[in-house]
Structures are given as C-alpha cells and as structure tokens.
C-alpha cells in the first residue's frame, strides 16, 4: 500500500488530502471523510483499509490540517465548518483524483460529521457511484430528494444525535420520493465504528457494517 498527501486549492484556502491507494493500478475511488476530530490516526487506518479493498482512498481534510484535541473543540470545529466550505472542498478532492490518477469511478463514505457530508455530497453530485454514510445527519427535504446515488445508510440505535426518529424520517421521504436508499441500524451508540473509543466501539456492529459497505462499493463501483 502507497500513503501520500494530495494539494487541494479551494476558495476558502489551501488543505491536502490523505491518499492510499493499492500498488497494483486502480480505476475505482472511495472519497473518505473525517469525523469531527479531523484526519486522525483512525481515519487514516480506515483509508489504509479501503486500499487492502482494491480502491484509491482519498481523505480530504475538512479542516486544513487542525487536530481537535477533546470533544469541546472538536463540537466547535465541527460548528464553524460551513456546509459550502465542506462540500467544495470535497468537489476539489473529486476533480484533483480524476486529474492526478485518472480514476473515473467513485464512492463516497464517512462517519458523524463526515456523515453529513457524504450524505450532502451524494445529493449534490450525481456523478457519485454509491454512498455508505455513518450516522450523520439527514439534509432537509428538498436537498435530500435529489438524491440519485444509491445510499447505504448506516446508524445506531442507542445514538442520541442521529437518534431513531431522525432514521425514520429518511426512511419515509425515501419512500416519498423514491430514493435509492437502504438504512440499517444496529443496537449500538454513536461511532460505534470506531475502534479507537472503547466506551463507544461495538466490535460485531461494524464488522457487519463493514461487509455491508464492502458489498455495496463492489455492487456499484466494480
């Protein structure tokens, strides 16, 4: 596995991009986005994993290079980062892989924070192949009922933020408006995909998560 930083330039100032990506070629990408800590040690293991998969990993940072150092800042980093700023960033990431690897295919993912941003992004940019949001939020109506690329929606039951009633309010305008979206939900808090936070991780919810996520990318991206 190859680990390099990918320059991205954006209205709102330079940031780079975690890349790992498989030695043997590629055509495929998943675009990987932070939680609200930023692009930690966690974050790169999980592009580490991707690229094990057979893909390009991209992560963009979000947060041009800041480290949230507790919950307190990371919650106040997470509230001054512009959903516009987000997404452009994202679009950058996207153009930038087309351009340096000549990959044309792409997935989206991400987990709390960069849940809302893959599920936002997934509603902006059609051209996306398949999404596997975390636990994040759910954009408002009109936004989301544009949605065309087919979404696995990952959440936990015991989640106080991306709790039930807001799972099942995706639920409903999918069947609304016909969206291609699958939720499953697992007894299991917020970030429990993130075995760096015992008091959190559910080991045998994200390996599940994990095979559903893997399924989906091959089923949309091979």
């Known amino acids: 596995m190859n680990a390099e930083s990918l320059n991205l330039s954006t209205s709102n100032g330079a940031t780079t991009a975690y890349v790992t990506r498989p030695h043997e070629p590629v055509s495929a990408a998943v675009i990987l986005i932070q939680e609200y800590w930023g692009i930690n040690e966690h974050i790169r293991d999980l592009a580490g994993r991707y690229a094990k998969e057979g893909y390009l990993c991209v992560a963009p940072d979000l947060y041009r290079g800041r480290l949230a150092a507790d919950?307190?800042?990371?919650?106040?980093m997470m509230q001054a980062l512009q959903i516009e700023d987000g997404l452009e960033t994202i679009r950058h990431s996207l153009d930038a892989v087309k351009d340096q690897y000549e990959v044309d295919r792409f997935a989206i993912t991400g987990y709390c924070m960069g849940g809302t941003f893959a599920l936002r992004a997934a509603c902006d940019f059609p051209e996306l192949k398949a999404a596997a949001p975390f636990y994040g939020d759910i954009p408002e109506e009109d936004v989301l009922q544009e949605l065309r690329v087919p979404t696995l929606f990952i959440a936990g039951l015991r989640d106080a933020?991306?709790?039930p009633e807001k799972v099942n309010r995706l639920k409903?305008?999918?069947a609304k408006h016909n969206l291609p979206v699958e939720a499953v939900s697992y007894d299991a808090d917020h970030a429990f995909f993130n075995d760096?936070?015992?008091?959190?991780y559910d080991a045998e919810a994200a390996a599940d998560a994990w095979r559903r996520v893997r399924e989906h990318f091959k089923k949309y991206l091979v």
């Open 71 to 76: 919950s307190k800042e990371a919650s106040a």
């Open 161 to 163: 933020w991306i709790n």
């Open 172 to 174: 409903e305008m999918a």
């Open 196 to 200: 760096t936070r015992p008091e959190v």
